[in-house]
């Protein structure tokens, strides 16, 4: 049995033992947050997030693609040939062909109502985490519009957005398709097909630019299970609301400036660095709630904390080159999605831990229980990141 499913396991077992009582609640959330500790979500902070530059030349659309490694790896299996757990140049090249298959060849041109056959033209890694496709699709006749269909968002992570830029005659057209949204024309190099079909991005295309890149950062949030057990660990600790509150905005505030730095590539560390920084971080505030007495100074821990998880957060967005002119709405959109996302969680857990505290069997003994399931779900999450590199 899988660790995961041994905990969900355990958790349903000990309500049915303990069913009445309040034991039984807090063992099931304890249960729960080492289950979480074994999602393959909170191994990495990936948010299914990928570019592609679709360009017209004469008969042929040129694209250039960017994902997570972890994504196309997650297609292709055979790209870790040694199943390390990394991809290297040389799997890469030894892989073009699945390449092709897989990825290629699941985004469908059509100009003038016939198939375009696709070619695979390169294939490299990126520094962060990300994996670079190019290739072209050959038509039978230049001049026609090219209808691109995103079919590989059907083999992709539910929820997954691929922003895709239209080239054609010096004009860009950028659109982020997702579900059932995933077609995009690109105008014929042809000058009447230019003048009929190109056009600069319409604010209402700005707009779902803006509400994609919102909902990711709501998403990536409610599904970061790491950040969430980060968050449990904070709100455990006895304090005052106003104190809570406080460590809170410490940790926002924090997490957005280190956002910024990276994304706009001021500076950031690299994700083996960061991810199990984030690990220790959750372990550290687990253990801490057997210890701290007044929490209404523990911003100056969760300051520099959430500097860190910034950097968490950030790497989703680097993973893929996201084109310059949409690195700003992209930067906005995801941060006020990650704060909508943690306000919400917020909204729901603060009530509930402010009740449970005039329970008298709440403390010390529920909060010493899930502060240990948080510190050791810190401690697997670290193991692993380490491990894995």
């Not at 290629?104 to 990126?126: E, M, N, Q, S, Y």
């Not at 009929?196 to 919102?214: M, Q, R």
């Not at 403390?363 to 010493?368: A, L, N």
Request: net charge neutral; charged share 15%; glycine share 10%.
């Amino acid at each position: 049995m899988q660790p995961r499913s041994l905990a969900l396991s355990v958790a349903r077992r000990a309500r049915r033992v303990l069913r009445g009582t309040p034991s039984a609640a807090l063992v099931a959330a304890a249960a729960l947050v080492l289950a979480l500790s074994w999602s393959p979500s909170a191994a990495a902070h990936t948010i299914g997030l990928s570019t592609g530059e679709y360009t017209a030349s004469g008969a042929s659309l040129v694209g250039k693609l960017a994902f997570a490694r972890a994504e196309v790896a997650s297609l292709a299996p055979i790209l870790d040939a040694n199943r390390d757990g990394h991809i290297t140049p040389a799997e890469i090249a030894s892989a073009r062909g699945v390449l092709k298959s897989k990825v290629l060849a699941r985004i469908v041109v059509r100009a003038g109502g016939a198939p375009c056959a696709p070619v695979l033209t390169d294939a490299a890694l990126t520094e962060e985490d990300g994996l670079l496709v190019a290739g072209r699709w050959d038509c039978a006749s230049a001049g026609e519009a090219f209808e691109v269909d995103v079919a590989l968002l059907d083999d992709l992570a539910r929820g997954h957005r691929h922003i895709a830029r239209a080239v054609a005659r010096g004009e860009t057209r950028d659109e982020v398709l997702h579900g059932a949204e995933r077609k995009l024309t690109v105008p014929g190099a042809g000058a009447e097909a230019a003048a009929a079909d190109v056009s600069p991005i319409s604010s209402g295309e700005h707009g779902a630019g803006l509400w994609s890149f919102f909902t990711m950062g709501v998403e990536h949030i409610v599904t970061g299970y790491d950040h969430l057990v980060f968050i449990v660990g904070l709100v455990l600790a006895r304090a005052r609301l106003r104190s809570l509150l406080t460590v809170v905005t410490a940790f926002t505030v924090a997490h957005s400036i280190t956002l910024a730095l990276a994304v706009l590539d001021v500076w950031s560390p690299s994700s083996r660095i960061v991810e199990p920084a984030i690990a220790l971080s959750i372990a550290y505030v687990g253990v801490e709630n057997f210890f701290v007495e007044d929490a209404s100074k523990r911003w100056r821990i969760t300051f520099p904390f959430g500097l860190v998880h910034g950097f968490g957060f950030a790497g989703a967005l680097q993973e893929v080159a996201l084109p310059r002119s949409a690195v700003p709405t992209a930067l906005v959109s995801f941060n006020l999605g990650v704060e909508a996302g943690q306000v919400a969680v917020l909204a729901v857990l603060l009530p509930l831990v402010l009740f449970l505290r005039g329970k008298p069997w709440f403390e010390p003994r529920g909060v010493r229980l899930l502060s240990g399931a948080v510190a050791l779900a810190g401690g697997v999450w670290f193991i692993a990141r380490v491990v894995g590199g």
